[in-house]
């Protein structure tokens, strides 16, 4: 069974626009991850969040975590046409599963030029 | 290589056939994961490997799917007697062992059983 589950399930902006998506968790976990997936074929890491940290930027990237609410969220900021894809959170739970991890089943992003 | 190759990219095969999957991981990447993925779905896990340790293969649907990594680097996927619901996009990934690190995920391989 997936872990993480994002909200929404689909989102639709105009260029130059904010995109937030959200990830919940049901285990504790060891780090939090997003990656983004075109085409349906292999997916490209975008960052990683460790349970420590409570916000990490990278570039247009800015990701939160809020560990007590078992929850993340992805902003996109000044979105570009070529950021259409799917996004997915991806949980690391850490101890012996150290490593292997849960996806959600994604947000699928689309931006209008 | 630069990043993780999968072979074939696509596969068609007939029901009731056997199929492999190959991985060829990031050099000097430990650890090595097998996922699936059906249409609009998210990633189902089927196997890890870690260096020499024993795979964790709690992700195997079936006794129909195996895998192997040999030498600690390339790793086959087989599917025996494959069914129409082995039909999906399968994924390879590998990281660095150690501490925390992203995947690098192959660009898959997509197998329609007919």
């Known amino acids: 069974s997936q872990q993480g589950e994002e909200d929404p399930q689909a989102l639709s902006i105009q260029e130059g626009e904010n995109a937030t998506m959200n990830c919940s968790y049901k285990t504790s976990i060891n780090n939090l991850q997003w990656y983004r997936q075109n085409s349906g074929r292999g997916l490209v890491h975008l960052i990683l969040?460790?349970?420590?940290?409570r916000e990490k930027h990278s570039g247009r990237l800015r990701v939160t975590l809020d560990t007590s609410k078992k929850s993340s969220s992805l902003l996109i900021t000044a979105s570009r046409a070529a950021d259409t894809a799917s996004y997915f959170c991806a949980t690391d739970a850490g101890g012996t599963s150290y490593g292997k991890l849960t996806f959600g089943q994604g947000t699928i992003l689309t931006v209008h030029p | 290589g630069a990043g993780v190759s999968q072979s074939p990219s696509n596969k068609v095969t007939e029901k009731g056939k056997d199929v492999e999957l190959r991985c060829d991981p990031i050099?000097?990447?430990?650890?090595l994961y097998w996922y699936r993925q059906s249409l609009g779905q998210g990633l189902e896990f089927l196997i890890y490997f870690q260096g020499n340790s024993a795979p964790d293969k709690s992700g195997l649907p079936s006794d129909r799917f195996s895998a192997e990594r040999t030498g600690g680097s390339v790793s086959t996927l087989t599917i025996q007697r494959t069914q129409q619901e082995d039909s999906a996009v399968y994924l390879c990934a590998s990281r660095p062992g150690g501490s925390d690190y992203g995947y690098t995920f192959g660009s898959g391989t997509r197998l329609t059983v007919v």
């Open positions: 050099s000097g990447h430990t650890a």
């Open positions: 969040i460790r349970s420590n940290e």
